[in-house]
């Protein structure tokens, strides 16, 4: 039978998921060879959970590589824009889905999908209309632009018991800005894994960023 409204168990589940770290690592992955070692590092690092985003023709293969050789990592997929996308990235093995923003048919396939979904939402009539649904968890894109944690915070008063993980624009230094607001889990950040390291396969240096993302966010009693 269809469900019409998210329920509490996949809040739950989007809960102990951002729970594993304070900075979900943002992926956009050109060649399948570097997936592994990409994963292994942020992993080593201290940042387990990594969304893989569906920007380059290979995004479903590094999704399914991650997947299958690093079983600490949970791998989901962004920039998922429609059901059908949805779906395939299951079929790779994404653990949870992620969208830059929010349509009907989006939602209503995320609350009768046993994978865990985090809706984007811009605005307070798409966080509404996400919550009109069920869902308490957002993906709050893009981040800086939209006003960044002073939007977050005025976003506390009507829908304070909204959990929100920011992402784009979001830097080391402004992460700990927007981790200590009561109403942010985690934060989606892209520095973490520079064309430039990608390039010369520094995976030492893709770990030492991730190390720096969690030490910054420790230090600030996160």
Known sequence: MTKQTLSAEMTAKVDQL????????VLTIENVADAVPIAEALVEGGLPVLEVTLRTGNALKVIEAIAHSVPQAKVGAGTVIDPESFQRCIDSGSSFIVSPGITGELLDYGV???????????????????????????KFFPAE???????????GGPFADIRFCPTGGIRVHT??????????????GTWLTPDELIANKDWAG?????KEAVSSATQSGL
């Not at 927007?178 to 942010?184: E, S, T």
């Not at 893709?206 to 991730?210: G, K």
């Open 145 to 155: 632009i939209s006003g960044g944690t002073a939007t977050l915070k005025a976003f």
């Open 18 to 25: 951002c729970s594993l770290g304070p900075v979900i690592p």
């Open 206 to 210: 893709i770990m030492r960023l991730a």
């Open 112 to 138: 009768n999908s046993d994978t865990i979904y985090l809706p984007g939402i811009q605005t307070v009539s798409e966080l509404m209309e996400g919550i009109k649904r069920g869902y308490k968890r957002f």
């Open 175 to 188: 992460a700990a800005d927007y981790l200590a607001l009561a109403n942010v889990m985690c934060v989606g």
